[in-house]
Every structure is written in structure tokens, then in C-alpha cells.
């Protein structure tokens, strides 16, 4: 890999290709502009969210900076075959602190190879850095990884790219039981499997409502439909979110196997006694009359066998989430 000094870094074109012209945006109807623009920024805002998780997870690991040297720092025999999360970061002449410019899970290329990417001027990624440091816009450029293995990486994009499952449960039978009903194409092969529950959190009253509903008007006479206003409004809503609480290695039966053990056959056999994920899931199926069942959610994401094994998967997500797996042990 040919190496490039601070000097020659200025002698690239800069030019970044891939972006429309005024003349071309001119030829788009306003409409479709306007979609693609939609478009362009929620999936910007997609993954701004997926880096600031993936910082988050470096933070969490608290992980040392290495300043970048040269290229030989990535043609290391350690980093050549490494699948890994990582980090590039940066500081100024005016303020030490280095910051993050960019963080990525390389689960796909070896991290020695995407991080020449970063510091080739003749990639995009790569463009970008040389640009600013060369400017002055930066002093120095550090990066940052930790080494996690092929089930790992599965592991973040089940939590990171796969979306919740609702499970759909039957009405009740035998007076206040309700059985889970799965739904169809659950894999018949290894892989990791997630089991979460909605959560909807209350707030308190607001001070703004307090103080309305303690003020009765001008000559003291209460107006009741601005009082039962309020009070359908004491507790704000918060919106719900989906709480991990168990993560589920299928690696001696299929994903379908060990889903249908823990929704349909617990229903069956139900134990007070049981703990964990089987006897959340369990008490879960009896309700009180006129009451829903907490509601349940999974996600899967297929792994080879071999792979599963290896690495530390529960402690990966927990980092991943920010929170403990209540019923992994």
C-alpha cells in the first residue's frame, strides 16, 4: 500500500463525485425532490442513531486512542483478518480532547482493510480525513477498535438492523388463560433470538397542569369540563419502548424450536414455580377479566453453528442496550 505524506495529501482531487448538479436538481419535479429529500434524511437520521450506538459501545469498553503513523499500523498481521468495531477520531491545534469523526462495526471486511479506506485519499472515505488535516482542520487523526467474533457481529445486527416481531396471543380460554399465537417463518436453523416486552412509562403531572387545575377561576366557580380535561391528562403517556430481557443461543435445535418451546408449550404445563423467561412468558398467558396481556416481541438473525460458540453474546448485547438481560444469568 503506498504511503502518502501530509504534503501529498493536498495533490488529490478533492472533487466528490455522486452528487447532483443545480442543472440536474433543476430537471427534478418539486415533488419528487421533496420525497427524495424525506428520504435522504431519515435514513441519515438512521444511521447517525446506529453510529451514536456504536460509540456508545466503545465508550462503554473505555478503549485507548492510537494515533495514526503510517500505513504499515494497519498491514499488522493482528489487524489484517479481524472483524471489529472501530473508531476514528480526531483533534485541533485548539483543543486536545479527541472527538469522534466516525465509528463502524466491520463484520463484514477485515478491519485492517477498511481502515486503510480511511487514510487513502483516492477512497471517499479516506478523501475526507486527508482533506481536513491537510487544511489544518484537524492536527491528528487517532482510531480506536475492539476485536469481536463472526457471532458477535450477529449478535449487534440482530439488535441494530432486525425489527421486533409482535406476538399475536388468542382470546381467553378456560375462563383467564391466553395462549401465544407464533407467527410463520420462523428459520428452522441455528442462530440468536431475542425476547422483549412493551414498556410504557408514566410521567408525572406536568407543573403547568398543577398549576391550572388549582386555579378556579376569576370569581371561584370550577368549570368542569376544563377539569375533566385535566384530569384525563394527569398522566402524560410516554411513548413505549420495547424492553430486551432475554437472548437465546439455538445452536442444538432450530430458532423455530426453541421459540416454540418457551410461547406454546409453557402454556401447557405451567408452574407457578417456574422462573425466568419461561415463567414471565407463562404468567404472562393468565389475566385478570377485561385485561391484555403484557405485550411480547422477538427478533431472530440466522447464524452457521460453528459460530456460536464463540465470543461473549450476552455481555455484547447488555453493552449494545445499555442494561442488564433480566432473565439471562
Not at 502518502?4 to 442543472?23: A, C, I, K, M, R
Not at 487544511?135 to 449487534?156: D, P
Amino acid at each position: 500500500m503506498e504511503e502518502y505524506s501530509q504534503e501529498d495529501w493536498g495533490n488529490h482531487s478533492q472533487d466528490l463525485h455522486g452528487y447532483p448538479t443545480d442543472q440536474e436538481l433543476d430537471e427534478i419535479p418539486v415533488t419528487k425532490r421533496t420525497l427524495k429529500i424525506k428520504q435522504e434524511s431519515s435514513e441519515e437520521a438512521q444511521k447517525r442513531d446506529i453510529m451514536q450506538n456504536i460509540v456508545q459501545i466503545l465508550e462503554s469498553v473505555q478503549l485507548k486512542w492510537e494515533l495514526f503513523q503510517s500505513w504499515t499500523d494497519f498491514s499488522r498481521l493482528h489487524l489484517s483478518n479481524k472483524l471489529a468495531i472501530f473508531g476514528i477520531g480526531y483533534n485541533t491545534r485548539w483543543k486536545e480532547d479527541i472527538r469522534y469523526h466516525y465509528a463502524e462495526i466491520s463484520s463484514q471486511v477485515p478491519l485492517g482493510k477498511r481502515l486503510r479506506e480511511y487514510f487513502n485519499s483516492e477512497k471517499p472515505e479516506g478523501r475526507i480525513i486527508m482533506t481536513r488535516v491537510q487544511k489544518m482542520n484537524w492536527k491528528n487523526v487517532y482510531y480506536k477498535f475492539l476485536e469481536i467474533t463472526i457471532s458477535e457481529a450477529r449478535c449487534l445486527e440482530l439488535h441494530m438492523e432486525i425489527d421486533w416481531i409482535p406476538i399475536a396471543h388468542s382470546k381467553p380460554t378456560g375462563g383467564n388463560v391466553v395462549q401465544y399465537l407464533l407467527p410463520g417463518g420462523i428459520p428452522k436453523s441455528p442462530g440468536l433470538y431475542a425476547i422483549g416486552y412493551e414498556e410504557c412509562i408514566e410521567r408525572p403531572p406536568s407543573p403547568h397542569m398543577e398549576r391550572r387545575s388549582l386555579d378556579p377561576g376569576k370569581e371561584g366557580r370550577v368549570d368542569l369540563e376544563s377539569l375533566s380535561a385535566q384530569a384525563s391528562l394527569q398522566v402524560e403517556i410516554e411513548p413505549t419502548r420495547i424492553i430486551y430481557c432475554y437472548l437465546g443461543i439455538a445452536e442444538v435445535r432450530t430458532l423455530q424450536q426453541c421459540l416454540f418451546l418457551h410461547f406454546q408449550a409453557n402454556t401447557k404445563t405451567f408452574s407457578k414455580d417456574w422462573v425466568g423467561i419461561n415463567g414471565f412468558l407463562s404468567q404472562n398467558c393468565i389475566v385478570d377479566p377485561g385485561v391484555s396481556p403484557k405485550s411480547i416481541y422477538i427478533k431472530f438473525v440466522e447464524v452457521e453453528r460453528d459460530f456460536l460458540s464463540a465470543g461473549s453474546l450476552v455481555e455484547c448485547l447488555e453493552k449494545a442496550i445499555g442494561y442488564p438481560l433480566k432473565f439471562n444469568n
